[in-house]
Every structure is written in C-alpha cells, then in structure tokens.
C-alpha cells in the first residue's frame, strides 16, 4: 500500500462504516414499523386516520431527503433563540448522556437525521405495505371472520403478515436507497463513511483513490444488506415447521 | 410572522429562477437538470437494458454490472467521483460543475431506467413475440414493433416514478454548488445570525416547491396512465 491508505485515514473509514451501518439498522427498523402503521391508517375505515395517513405520506414522500435533514437538523434550532437553543438541543444531560454513548460531538444531529431518513423512508414503505395488502385476496378476512376471529385478529394474524410477504421484495430495494441515503447525514456534519471519506480527502488530497474507495465499500455493504433482506424474505416465505397429521400422511402434497 | 412571509417573498424569484446573473438556477434549473438526465439517460437506459437481455454473455454481464454498481452507490458519491475523475482528464479542464452534475444524474438514472426496460422487457409473453415471427416478421422487427411496443406500457408507470424520484435527487448536487434550489437556499441564509428566524420558513419554502412539482407530476402521471389504458386493445388483449 502506498502512502495514502494511511492508519489515520483507515480509522476515519471504519468509524464511518460504524457510523453509517447504525443509521442504516435505526432507521430500517423505525421505518418499517412506522410504514406498516401508516399503511394500517391509509388501509383503516375511518376518515381521520385515513386522511392523517394519506397526509403523512404524501408530504415525506415528495420533499427530498436532504430538505428533511437541513429542515430538522439546522432549521428547527433557530425558531429558538440562541440561549435556548443550546439549552434544548445542545447542552443538556439527554444529548449529553447520547453523545457518550454514541461518540457523536453533536448529538441532535444524529437524532434529526434518524427523524428525517424515518419520516422519508416509511412513507415509501407504508405505500408499498398498502399494495401488498391489496394483492391478499378478501377471503382471506372473510374466512377468519366466519371462523370466529375479529375484525382487529383477522387483520393483524391474517392481513398484515400477508401483506408485508408480498410488499417484502420491493420493501428490500426502498431500504437499500435508504442506506445510501445516509450518506445525506455528512451535511449536517455527521461521520458516516461519506463524511469520513471527505475529511481524509481534505488530510491526504487524494480525491479519487479515496472515493473509489468508498464507492467499493458502498458497494460491499449494499450487497451484504440484500443478502441479509434476502435472508430475511427466505424466512417469511418458509412454510410453519409443525405439519400437521393430513401433511405427514401426504395428502396435502400436491 | 409577517416579516417571515415578507422574506419569503423577497427572496421567492431567487428561489424560482436563481439569482439574477445566474440564471437560470433555481427550481427551474432542477426541472432542468432532471429532464436532461432523465431523457439522455434513456437513451443509455434502452442500451444497456436490452444489453442485458443479449443472447452475447459478456454483454448481458456488462450491462448487468453496470446496473448493479451506478445503483449500488449513493448518488453523492458518484457526482464527486465524475467531477474529480473527469476534471482531472485533459480534454474536459473545462468541465463545470453543472456539466459533471448532468453526467453524474444521466448515469445514475440510466442504471434505474435500464432495471425498468429490462423487467418491461421480460414481463412480454413469449407467445405475442412467437406469434409475430410466425406471421413472418424478421428478428428485428418483431423486437422492435411487438416486443418493445408491448413493453414500454408495463414500463411507463415505472419511468415516471423514476422521472419524479430524480427531479427530488437533483437536491443533492448542491455538494457541487451548482446553483439548483437548495443551494439557493443555503446561499440566501448564509452564514448571517440575524438569518437564524427565517430559516424554518425558507426551508418550507423550498420543501412546499419540491412538494407542488413532485406531486404534481404524480397525479398527472396517474390520471395519463388510466387514459392510455382504458380502450386500449392491445393492453386488454394482452391481459386477457
């Protein structure tokens, strides 16, 4: 290896991988559980709850990620004057207690990107949860009825587990965007492996080795992420293990 | 509350147009930038989808490459990459900052457009191109005029969703400084303290702008597609 891999620039590397693998899991799973509640709102009987659903994802949705982070990140403080911007986002014993724990100097910004990539990304995942559930046919619901179950089981044992098996293909590819579009958090000065990137540029000059670099990490981590969706998808569509006596007796097997 | 509309106003042909001297900028120059990318990008897109569905193999892996790696990397990576590797050869010295975010977004969205010709490709019945060769057309133009035709009606609603998803991506290339509506933005707040109240207002300016065309061009999209749709042989008899 020649002078520019240097041990300084490998360090900023690795913390930004740390960095952006945990942006990348926070929101993933903050997004999918809000997506899957926003798609239940837009999916729901009721007006209000419908039109809070349509709502929500209509405007995360068409405002790009990068307007929602500046927006949380470094508009929301300045409604504040300077003293109490500090004391509410800054310097107190919470984002304190966070910057220790995360290794952050600033921690709001961490917060408001997680805020941003959530509000975006579950807004993409909520309208995909709803054409999953689409696809479920009615008789799905109608026969859990009939056998007993109410409207609240019938949808969340029958409708929704559905739903996310069938959205889960096109879920995985809006998570994959998602995690290259935590490399947003280097505008508000988070150390994700963009940022990190950008900081051994500016130490080393070297610009394209490094964003070549980069662009290969980015690469190996987006395919270990479907592999691992992948994975997951494997295991939603596996049949329940505990066949039953019709199964075994091999009837069941066309 | 009325000083900030007041400085909204002030600042709302900025905003639309970019600042006088460098116009165009703006939201217009996003609009641009994102019909630019997207048509050039098509172009690409139709190249490297139907490579990819090649009968040559180390053409389908090339053009599958391709795919997976423009859509592999986030897209500020690439516009820094292009602007530092092609700055750095000698016939492009000239190369401004606009012209490497053009070149970055026509390739990012030709690797989304290529992955949608290809699904539009496979998604034809065999049997529509089979029919075509035995009433006797040549390779080519049953590829051409059954398989593509047929295609481009499963890929439309995909295209403008792409369409729409890249105008919104234009709002990255402000790690260029091109002069598009976020930069814009940032330049009218600078870095002045007695900026600090207007930034909230400003920042749901721009977000009500990218608002009004994404969605917008959304609903428009949706109701062309019932149209074209409805009482359309070919699309009935195809689903039939």
């Known amino acids: ?43 729901s009987s009721s007006k209000p709850l419908r039109t809070l659903g349509t709502v929500y994802v209509e405007i995360h949705r068409n405002i790009p990620a990068l307007v929602l982070i500046i927006f949380w990140a470094f508009a929301v403080p300045n409604l504040f004057p300077p003293e109490a911007r500090a004391a509410i986002f800054f310097n107190n014993p919470l984002m304190e207690r966070l910057s220790n724990l995360t290794g952050l100097p600033l921690a709001y910004y961490g917060l408001a990107v997680i805020l941003a990539l959530t509000l975006n990304t579950s807004a993409y995942l909520a309208e995909l949860f709803r054409a999953g559930v689409g696809t479920i046919a009615s008789e799905h619901t109608e026969a859990a009825r009939s056998l007993g179950a109410s409207a609240g089981v019938a949808y969340w044992k029958i409708v929704l587990p559905q739903g996310v098996r069938a959205a889960f293909p096109a879920i995985s590819t809006r998570l994959i965007h998602n995690m290259k579009n935590t490399s947003l958090a280097a505008f508000v000065s988070v150390p994700e492996l963009f940022q990190g990137t950008q900081t051994a540029i500016t130490r080393t000059f070297r610009a394209v080795e490094l964003l070549l670099l980069a662009a290969v990490i980015y690469l190996t981590l987006s395919l270990i992420f479907s592999a691992l969706l992948r994975w997951i998808e494997q295991r939603l569509d596996r049949r329940p293990k505990r066949t039953t006596s019709i199964q075994r007796a091999g009837v069941a097997h066309g | 509350m009325a000083d900030q509309l007041t400085f909204v106003i002030e600042n709302l042909p900025n905003l639309l147009f970019g600042f006088p001297g460098q116009r165009p900028g703006g939201l217009t120059l996003s609009v641009l930038l994102a019909m630019f990318a997207v048509g050039l990008g098509f172009v690409i897109a139709n190249l490297i989808g139907n490579g990819a569905e090649s009968r040559w193999r180390s053409l389908r892996w090339l053009c599958l490459l391709y795919v997976e790696v423009f859509r592999g990397i986030p897209l500020l990576l690439l516009l820094l990459l292009i602007y530092q590797v092609a700055g750095g050869l000698r016939f492009s010295q000239g190369l401004t900052p606009r012209g490497a975010a053009l070149i970055a977004l026509t390739l990012y969205s030709a690797a989304y457009q290529a992955e949608i010709v290809r699904a539009g490709l496979r998604s034809v019945p065999v049997e529509l191109v089979e029919s075509a060769r035995t009433m006797g057309s040549n390779p080519w133009h049953a590829h051409r005029r059954v398989k593509l035709r047929y295609a481009v009606r499963v890929m439309l609603p995909a295209f403008t969703g792409q369409a729409i998803s890249l105008f919104k991506d234009t709002s990255v290339v402000i790690i260029l400084g091109v002069a598009e509506l976020m930069t814009v933005a940032r330049v009218t707040l600078g870095s002045d303290v007695t900026n600090a109240p207007y930034w909230v207002s400003l920042y749901m300016a721009v977000g009500l702008l990218y608002f009004t065309v994404a969605f917008s061009l959304s609903r428009l999209a949706r109701r062309w597609e019932r149209r074209t749709q409805r009482g359309d042989l070919v699309h009935s008899l195809a689903n039939y």
């Not at chain 1, 020649?2 to 997004?31: K, N, P, Q």
């Open chain 1, 1 to 43: 290896m020649s002078g520019w891999l240097t041990g300084e620039t490998i360090d900023l590397l690795a913390r930004g991988v740390g960095y952006t693998v945990m942006l990348t899991v926070i929101t993933s799973v903050l997004s999918l559980a809000i997506g899957i509640l926003m798609g239940t709102f837009r999916l």
